[in-house]
Structure formats: C-alpha cells, structure tokens
Nanobody, 124 residues
Framework: QVQLVESGGGLVQAGGSLRLSCAAS????????MGWFRQAPGKEREFVAV????????YYADSVKGRFTISRDNAKNTVYLQMNSLKPEDTAVYYC?????????????????WGQGTQVTVSS
C-alpha cells in the first residue's frame, strides 16, 4: 500500500518560515501528481498546492501564491512545501496526498492516498 508521512510542522511566529516534507513509499512515486491540503478547526479541507509528476508544472491557491513553494525530489520519493511569510490564518493541519494520475486538480476527490497530517501553528 502507498504510505505518505508528513514532517516539519511546528510552532512559528508570524513572518517566519517552515518547510514541510512528505516521504512516500513505493517505487512509482514519480508517476503521480502530489498535492498539499490543509484543514483548520471547524473548516473544510482546502487545497494549497499541487505539482505534476515531473515537477515542471505547479499550481497554488490564491491565499498562498507568492509565499509557498511546492517541489519534489523523485529520486528521494519526497515532496516539499516551503512556507515563507507565514500568517496566523495559515494555522492548520497540513496533509500531503497522491493524485490519481500524473496531473491532478484542486479537489480532494482527485487524490487517492493521504498522509496523517502535520500541525502548523502560526502565532502573532
């Protein structure tokens, strides 16, 4: 079974930075799009960013564009989310997910496998 494990979350002050990592099991990682989602208490899970199978195409939610960068290292079966200029409204549990194919959109329905999540808390 595909397993995804997020790490790198924690507590940071507004304006600071964090880098999240998602390590994937298996040897077919490079065939699939990978996405990041987040969910705050009482809120629906929302799309953050996605990267295609080869890493040459990315798409971001308007709320994070210009501040967050998604990248991947297929040789290491790992996807990253670099988060800069963090704001309190970025506070959420962040999840990585594997898409159903090489390209996936912003809907949770386009992803079949999910990690356990990592907490990001941004204080003022």
């Amino acid at each position: 079974q595909v397993q995804l494990v997020e790490s790198g979350g924690g507590l940071v002050q507004a304006g600071g930075s964090l880098r999240l990592s998602c390590a994937a099991s298996g040897r077919t990682f490079s065939n699939y799009a990978m996405g990041w989602f987040r969910q705050a208490p009482g809120k629906e899970r929302e799309f953050v960013a996605v990267i295609n199978w080869s890493g040459d195409s990315t798409y971001y939610a308007d709320s994070v564009k210009g501040r967050f960068t998604i990248s991947r290292d297929n040789a290491k079966n790992t996807v990253y989310l670099q988060m800069n200029s963090l704001k309190p409204e970025d506070t959420a549990v962040y999840y990585c997910a594997r898409g159903v194919g090489g390209y996936s959109g912003f809907s949770v329905a386009a992803y079949n496998y999910w990690g356990q999540g990592t907490q990001v808390t941004v204080s003022s």
